[in-house]
């Protein structure tokens, strides 16, 4: 081999070796890296990896609440939908997502799915909500006048029906709070006409009384052991 074709050679050798060095082990790529869980900033992906799973996909048609109603969306206040993601809902199935609660996502991150879901559920103010009842669920309401505006509004349609409202076992995975979201947003209008503030707090407070302590075990009075 002549000298030329020694020096061509060698170059050859040389550019192969420059262009393998990228793809040594340990030596980063030329792919874009992988962003680290906590700098993730994207509300799409940081919904489809924490709430997709029980609000569904477009926050509709999931396990869990719609999150894309635009009541709900208008209705429940900023601090209370940071409240619940971070914390959690207490006597629901909704876990806490912050850090500083034993989840995953830093309170940026919160704040993103927050106005995220702003953003995409609520552009339009219902016009109904000028006459919604009020969002907290007050402690001094009547359980009594609830069980009545419950028979008058509600017992039709949950009366018999596989959608036990009524039932302490379901009643023990839902919150005062929780209940109230589902009598506002999901039908607070009965046969004459929308439900008052004061007949909304009333319904949720006869349902909290028809808790039980210890749902889903033996009955009272139960000595178990063989039979």
């Known amino acids: ?63 869990a609440f719609d999150l894309s109603n635009p009541v709900y969306q208008a209705w429940v206040p900023d601090s209370s939908l940071r409240q619940w993601i971070s914390k959690g809902m207490p006597q629901t199935q909704m876990p806490a997502f912050a850090i500083a609660a034993g989840g995953s996502l830093t309170d940026k991150q919160i704040d993103v799915l927050v106005r995220g879901m702003r953003q995409h559920w609520a552009s339009t103010v219902p016009a109904q909500l000028n006459r919604i009842p009020s969002y907290p669920q007050p402690a001094d309401a009547d359980a009594a006048h609830g069980k009545q505006v419950f028979g008058q509004y509600c017992s039709s349609c949950h009366k018999d029906s596989k959608q036990e409202i009524t039932s302490p076992d ?58």
């Open 1 to 63: 081999m002549t000298s030329i074709g020694i020096r061509i050679a060698a170059a050859c050798v040389l550019v192969l070796a420059i262009s393998g060095c990228d793809k040594a082990p340990g030596n980063p790529g030329s792919d874009p890296l992988a962003t680290r869980p906590e700098a993730e900033l994207n509300f799409e992906v940081l919904y489809q990896q924490n709430c997709a799973g029980c609000h569904g996909a477009d926050g509709k048609n999931g396990a």
């Open 170 to 227: 379901y009643l023990a995975l839902m919150s005062d709070q929780a209940l109230r979201t589902i009598v506002v947003v999901g039908q607070h209008e009965g046969p004459g006409g929308a439900l008052s503030d004061q007949d909304v707090s009333d319904v949720v407070k006869y349902l909290a009384s028809l808790r039980i302590s210890t749902p889903g075990q033996p009955y009272p009075g139960h000595r178990g052991g063989a039979e």
